[in-house]
Every structure is written in C-alpha cells, then in structure tokens.
C-alpha cells in the first residue's frame, strides 16, 4: 500500500514538474515572439548536431517538438583541430580569438598561438557552416519523413527527409521562386550549394523543360549517372 501511495505521489510531482516546465517554455517563447524578426541567439557547438548553448529561445523549438540540427561539425579524423575545438562553441572560439595575446618565447604561449590558429583556419574553412563530415551526421541523425530546421549561414532553413530516396531536401524560400510552384525544394547533398530545385514530389527540375519527370527524385538521377 505505502509502494502504491509512494509511487502515485511521485507520478503527480512528474507531472506537475513537466506542466511548470511547459509554462515556463510558452512564457518565454511568447516574450521572444517580438523579436523572430531580428532573428534568434543561437550559438553552435562543434559536437554534434543537436549540440547548441541552451539559451531562452531556443524553448520555442521545444514547444512545438521540432529538432533544431546543424551540420557545422569537426571531423574526429582530423584529430589536432578536433581535440581544440570538439568542446566548445562558436561564441568560445570567437572571445579566444579576439581576445589572443601577442606570441611571446614561451612554450606555452607558442602552443595557444597554434591553437588560435587551427581555430581560426577551421571557421575560415567552414565559413558555408557545413562540413562533409557533418552533412553526413545530418543524414544519421534524421529519420525518414522528418521535418527539422536547419541552422546554417546564420539562417534558420525547413529540411525534410524524404523515405522514397532517404535524402535531405531543404525547403526553397527566396522570394526570387515565389511565382514557381514547380520549386519548392532543394537537394541538400553538398557543402557548396551545388544543388538542385525540385517539385512538391521530389521531381527534379529541369530549367530547359521544367520538371523533369523521368527523374522522381535525385537518387534515380545519380543511379543513370552510374
């Protein structure tokens, strides 16, 4: 009897844990409304691709259950710049950089000389915010029908992936392709934007013809290149 009572009483201050934490989240997310417009703090972690410095704005992703994700990821393999830069965030590396000392004969000072250095050709590099390594993360980590947003270039993009080829499509939203409803999506298989529009269907789209409708979608089209 005391197990059940016990058991009951933790199970209602669960709950009530879960709803003051559901308040709090649409409360902020409310006070943040106002600003979407100027854009939201977001800082990266190089991680993973759910990893970001939780701030009060990113409560809004929480409350309507949508991932936030990023592809701004270091490559284990490239072990020197990985163990600098696997633990911090953008907004660490940025102060560190700022904030870096004249080099002085110390070896100490020459080993943090090197790191602000390896720091500062990893963002030079990955200026797209976008690694190979974390494209391919990108792929893992989402399951197929599974929207998400996107944080990339300093932007927040809609990302789908689809269970007919199990690739990543970003969803198009330059005003340049409001008045063409035969682009609404665009592949996201590369690190230098070299992609290609589609269709509502996943057709790629062909700029001479149109939708190409004997290509259903960028793995058929790979698998003729083959």
Request: hydrophobic share 35%.
């Amino acid at each position: 009897m005391f197990s059940l009572t016990h058991n009951a009483t933790l199970a209602q201050s669960e709950e009530a844990n879960q709803s003051l934490n559901l308040e709090k989240n649409i409360d902020d997310s409310l006070a943040i409304l106002q600003d979407l417009e100027l854009g939201l703090d977001i800082n990266v972690k190089f991680s993973g691709t759910e990893s970001f410095e939780y701030t009060r704005a990113m409560c809004i992703f929480d409350i309507f259950g949508i991932r936030l994700l990023h592809g701004w990821l270091v490559d284990p393999q490239e072990r020197e710049i990985y163990e600098i830069v696997r633990d911090l965030s953008y907004n660490q590396i940025v102060d560190r950089l700022i904030d870096r000392t004249a080099a002085k004969s110390s070896e100490e000072n020459k080993s943090e000389n090197n790191d602000l250095f390896l720091m500062q050709e990893f963002l030079d590099s990955t200026a797209s915010q976008l690694t190979y390594f974390g494209l391919v993360e990108l792929y893992q980590t989402m399951k197929p029908n599974e929207l998400a947003i996107l944080f990339r270039n300093n932007h927040f993009s809609t990302v789908f992936k689809s269970s007919l080829d199990n690739r990543l499509y970003s969803l198009v939203t330059d005003a340049g392709f409001a008045t063409r409803p035969d682009v609404v999506w665009e592949t996201l298989s590369t690190v230098d934007n070299n992609e290609q529009f589609c269709d509502a269907n996943f057709h790629i789209y062909n700029e001479s013809r149109g939708v190409d409708s004997s290509a259903s979608s960028v793995n058929d089209k790979q698998k003729d290149q083959e």
